[in-house]
């Protein structure tokens, strides 16, 4: 029998890791296990966007996960005979402080995080599966086991970032409602001779699919990420036989990408399915990551998602034991997180219709219109507003939970377009004495109040809530931004309200 935990948290990919670094980072006592014996494994995901990092940057890791990033991506389209050079980096994202796409690994995320894990004494446990969990009427028990040896685990809540073929959702008995993808991925890191320009991420589309290669590979310098028509079934979820080099090779020739494959470090074939979970929650069992939904990576949005419920969730579960509301700010976490999952499985379907449908629409729009349009691209990338509305809605930057269970308003309406629920837009602040960015001020763990000029002082107190007093803003209202940098509480006038809320989520008392 071991101490009581607050979180346990089930799986250590990129998901399982940030939960367990933000309910720490909050204050709970938390253990991260995971069945692999080892944390090696080949990078999947090669993307994080805007909103993600913004997310993660109060839990410290950012800069050491730009330091191995590229966050100014040259990409080359191959469309037919066209060759398009793009530029993603500094695009017209006026309220982020990553105006860009960034491209890098998987496997960085991942060390990145572990680390700050240790730092908050958090070691991840390997080779330790979870056998059994029951909900009780106090707590969760779960039984995990580790060099044979079984241990019983008490905790207050389990989270469950245990993947596709989640335990945790099964035990919960939570529905998984969808269906597989007929197309299937490819995924190798390889050594390619030819006329690709190094440092490059390329882009080729054909009838059959599309193809990237990015100089991202991990086993060789480049990684090949393919869409076909299966050719046989495989599980989905799950990774398939090795790819010949021959298949790499006519991969290549089907995306019209000049370069000839020499060598193959790994590879493999990724069965797809478009699926999200039925609940989020089972009383004291929860689920993000791909446990709670699972879809293409068309636009990067699996582990950006799993990321993003990970920064929702961890804060919650943390301070569910002091919110005088506990049951409304659990429920919560489906409320906003499930929709949102929702809206990706439709546009990520959208754009893998686009990257790889086998249907005569979708060819004939990669192998025909997408050459002849070839021209058009350059002016259309010259319009950087319009190319920053598109990697706003792949960045999430627009996701917002209005009218949620945890928005609040005070008694005295705040002028301006700022809403409970919507994300706090980054821009130029002045408080106290300095002139700095939002999001600079609000990196840290916790809730952050920002009161206008002339506002009173809350009657507050909390390790974990921040008082800022915004010269650059005249009024005498205030915010209350959440950990997940989204605005709780809104309000023309300091009051009684802004003591309930901050009650209400747990992070301090009047």
């Known amino acids: 029998m071991s101490t009581p935990l607050d979180v346990l948290v089930v799986g250590a990919g990129p998901t399982g890791l940030a939960l367990g ?10 253990r991260v296990v995971d069945a692999r014996t080892t944390a090696s494994r080949p990078s999947r ?4 966007h805007a909103r993600t990092l913004e997310v993660l940057r109060p839990l410290g890791v950012v800069d050491d996960l730009l330091a191995g990033a590229d966050t100014s991506p040259a990409v080359e389209l191959h469309l037919g005979r066209s060759t398009v050079p793009v530029r993603l980096g500094d695009l017209a994202l006026p309220d982020t402080a990553f105006p860009h796409l960034t491209l890098v690994r998987q496997q960085e995320v991942e060390r990145v995080l572990t680390a700050a894990l240790a730092d908050h004494g958090v070691p991840v446990e390997w080779g330790t599966p979870l056998v059994t969990v029951a909900d009780g009427p106090d707590d969760v028990a779960a039984v995990l086991r580790r060099d044979g040896e079984d241990e019983v685990v008490h905790c207050g809540a389990l989270a469950g970032c245990d993947g596709v073929d989640s335990t945790v959702r099964t035990a919960a ?6 269906a597989r993808a007929r197309p299937e991925v490819v995924l190798a890191d390889v050594d390619l001779a030819g006329g690709l320009a190094p440092g490059t991420a390329h ?8 193809l990237m290669a990015f100089a991202l590979g991990e086993g060789a310098p480049w990684r090949l990420v393919a869409t076909r028509a299966a050719p046989d079934v495989l599980p989905p979820g799950t990774g398939g036989p090795a790819v010949t080099i021959g298949e790499l090779q006519e991969l290549l020739e089907v995306a019209g990408l000049p370069a000839r494959v020499t060598a193959v470090a790994w590879s493999s074939r990724i069965a797809l399915q478009h699926r999200l979970a039925g609940a989020y929650r089972s009383g004291r069992l929860f689920l993000a990551g791909d446990a709670a939904h699972a879809w293409s990576p068309a636009g990067g949005q699996g582990m950006n ?3 993003q419920d990970a920064t929702a969730l961890g804060w919650r579960l943390a301070a569910a034991a002091t919110s005088t509301a506990p049951e409304v700010l659990l429920d919560s976490y489906e409320a906003e997180r499930r929709p949102v999952a929702a809206a990706m499985l439709v546009l990520t379907r959208s754009l893998f219709w686009a990257e790889s449908g086998t249907d005569r629409v979708a060819a004939t729009l990669r192998g025909r219109l997408a050459p002849t349009a070839a021209p058009l691209v350059p002016w259309v990338l010259a319009r950087r507003r319009l190319v920053a509305r598109g990697l706003r809605v792949l960045a999430q930057l627009d996701t917002g939970y209005r009218g949620g269970p945890l928005g609040r308003t005070g008694s005295t309406p705040r002028p301006g377009r700022l809403h409970p629920g919507d994300r706090v837009p980054d821009g130029p602040v002045r408080c106290g004495g300095r002139d700095l960015r939002l999001h600079e001020l609000i990196a840290r763990p916790g809730v952050h109040v920002l009161l206008d000029r002339d506002a009173p002082d809350p009657p507050v107190t909390g390790r974990l809530v921040h008082l800022h007093r915004l010269a650059s803003s005249p009024g005498r209202g205030v915010v209350a931004v959440r950990p997940d940098g989204h605005a709780g509480f809104t309000s023309g006038a ?5 003591v309930w809320w901050l009650a209400s989520v747990g992070v301090a008392r009047g």
């Open 173 to 178: 008995g939570i529905g998984w409602p969808g």
């Open 494 to 498: 300091v009051d009684a309200e802004l």
């Open 21 to 30: 670094l933000q309910a720490a980072a909050h204050g709970a006592r938390v």
């Open 45 to 48: 995901a090669l993307i994080v």
């Open 203 to 210: 882009v080729g589309a054909g009838r059959g699919g599309l």
């Open 305 to 307: 998602t799993g990321l």
